[in-house]
């Protein structure tokens, strides 16, 4: 059974860093399409950033510069480094992941449906 668990969300000010982590478990990472998506209130669910099973990666333009996206394939880990964070990135924020090509993943990852998702984790930044 596939089990995506986020953890690392908080509440920072503006400016500050947090990073965000993503434990997958029943599922590798080798092979695979992961990214990190994010839903505000109100909002629809917008793709945050993608990494693909050679590493390659790719951002939406607001978090460019400021987020990165890594992962451990040995450890099953998705991280997300956001930095500069400022008050438009309050969001839920989820990790997903699901076997893609690779150019399919960088390609059409903010519009594909994932198969996995986690529950998702909290980011709050104040003004």
């Known amino acids: 059974q596939v089990q995506l668990v986020e953890s690392g969300g908080g509440t920072v000010q503006s400016g500050g860093s947090l990073r965000l982590s993503c434990a997958a478990s029943?599922?590798?990472?080798?092979?695979?399409?992961m990214g990190w998506f994010r839903q505000a209130p109100g909002k629809e669910r917008e793709g945050v950033a993608i990494?693909?099973?050679?590493?390659?990666?790719s951002y939406a333009d607001s978090v460019k510069g400021r987020f990165t996206i890594s992962q451990d394939n040995a450890k099953n880990m998705l991280y997300l480094q956001m930095s500069s964070l400022v008050p438009d990135d309050t969001a839920m924020y989820y990790c997903a992941a699901d076997h893609l090509y690779s150019w399919y993943c960088l390609q059409r990852w903010r519009t594909f449906d994932f198969g996995y998702w986690g529950q998702g984790t909290q980011v709050t930044v104040s003004s």
């Open positions: 029943g599922y590798s990472l080798s092979r695979s399409c």
């Open positions: 990494i693909d099973s050679n590493g390659s990666t």
